[in-house]
């Protein structure tokens, strides 16, 4: 049915959620993959990115995709706490 969404094994209750976005044009315009680490939330995302992007985007912008490259991605990751960081730090803080 879906070229990339078909590609995320194991999960068919998010093949579902994500397939009815799809098929009902109400996509919003930020998701959030949660879950414990080796669940396939980043593969989820990109299968995801790339089924959004290839009904009217050529096959250069899946790559780019696959490559995790701006602006098709925005990838977001906490960073390790800092050495001499604790939770009073503020953000600027925290920079150092």
Not at 22 to 43: R, V, W, Y
Not at 44 to 58: I, R
């Amino acid at each position: 049915m879906y070229k990339y969404l078909d590609q995320i094994v194991g999960q068919p209750k998010v093949v579902r959620l994500l397939s009815n976005f799809l098929n009902s044009d109400k996509i919003p315009h930020a998701f959030l993959f949660s879950g414990q680490d080796g669940l396939g939330k980043e593969h989820a995302a990109l299968c995801f990115s790339k089924e959004l992007n290839s009904t009217h985007n050529s096959e250069d912008v899946i790559n780019q995709i696959s490559n995790l490259a701006e602006p098709f991605v925005k990838y977001i990751f906490p960073l390790p706490r800092g050495k001499n960081e604790d939770n009073e730090s503020s953000p600027y803080e925290k920079l150092n």
